[in-house]
Each structure stands twice: as structure tokens, then as C-alpha cells.
């Protein structure tokens, strides 16, 4: 990776010794996604069993996720695997968000330390929830129409 940023150089080595891929570390970097929406349809969070806490904001049309932010108080793969799960999460369907697999978020960002496998598991399952969340309180609106 050329350009270690607001990371420093030495955060990046230690980062990529330990398992990360250039990606990983790119997204951690950069950190696309993440933040907040005003207005979002929904917003879940979850507490992993580690204590790190993930936070999505999905914006909803018919079905589609035309936004998707997060915010994630946790470890370096934490924040990798949120910034990967919101851009895979972006222009899909709610359908297509509920389905995507560990291997997608792995596709995206590539390779993490085995001992975080938990981290990406932990972003998925918000999307996840964020996801059922959203339909369950559609449900409910139509019940109540
Ligand atoms: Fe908790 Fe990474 S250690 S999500």
C-alpha cells in the first residue's frame, strides 16, 4: 500500500504482519461508509459478544437500499468489516443485502487475521438485523393501514 495516510506508516506494517490485507488496511484508512444518515429508515445495533458495537443506517425505496452507513465503536476489523458490508450493501435489493455471505464480505475485503473472523461475522449479522428490522416494522405499518 503506497499511501499509509492518517494510519502512519507503522500502524500500516503492524497491520499487514498481522493478517491484513492491503485492502483491510485501505478501508481502514479511508473508512468509506462510515458515519451516520439523517433520515434513515432504519438504524440497529448490535453488541458483539467482545463488547465492540456496530451501528447501521439503511435508507430504503421500494425495496432497494439506495444508502447505507455505519458506525462501529471496535477493533481494527471491526471497522474494516463495517466499511466492507455498508458497500456491499448499497444499491442491493433487501432481499440481496439478507443473503450476503461471510465470502462476499470476505471477497470484498479481502483477508483478515483468523482471529477476527468474529469481527466480520459481527457486520453481517447488523445488516442482517437491520434488514429483518426493517421489514418487520414495514409489516407492521401495513397491518396498522
Ligand atoms: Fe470485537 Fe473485533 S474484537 S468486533
Known amino acids: 500500500m503506497k499511501d499509509a495516510g492518517v494510519l502512519?506508516?507503522?500502524v500500516v506494517e503492524t497491520l499487514s504482519r498481522t493478517g491484513y490485507s492491503d485492502k483491510a488496511i485501505e478501508l481502514l484508512r479511508d473508512r468509506p461508509g462510515m458515519g451516520?444518515?439523517?433520515n434513515?429508515?432504519?438504524v440497529t445495533e448490535i453488541v458483539g459478544p467482545c463488547g465492540d458495537?456496530?451501528?447501521i443506517y439503511l435508507a430504503v425505496d421500494d425495496e432497494w437500499i439506495r444508502d447505507a452507513r455505519i458506525?462501529?465503536?471496535?477493533?481494527?476489523?471491526?471497522?474494516?468489516?463495517g466499511c466492507a458490508v455498508v458497500s456491499l450493501a448499497r444499491g442491493k435489493s433487501l432481499e440481496q443485502a439478507r443473503n450476503l455471505t461471510?465470502?462476499?464480505?470476505?471477497a470484498e475485503v479481502q483477508?483478515?487475521?483468523?482471529?477476527?473472523?468474529?469481527c466480520a461475522r459481527l457486520a453481517l449479522k447488523t445488516l442482517h438485523k437491520a434488514v429483518e428490522e426493517y421489514r418487520n416494522s414495514q409489516d407492521e405499518k401495513g397491518r396498522e393501514e
Do not use: I
Request: charged share 25%.
Open 8 to 10: 502512519g506508516a507503522d
Open 111 to 118: 483477508k483478515l487475521p483468523d482471529k477476527k473472523v468474529h
Open 53 to 55: 458495537t456496530m451501528t
Open 71 to 81: 458506525q462501529v465503536l471496535g477493533c481494527p476489523g471491526a471497522v474494516a468489516s
Open 36 to 38: 451516520t444518515l439523517e
Open 102 to 106: 461471510l465470502d462476499d464480505l470476505y
Open 40 to 42: 434513515a429508515d432504519q
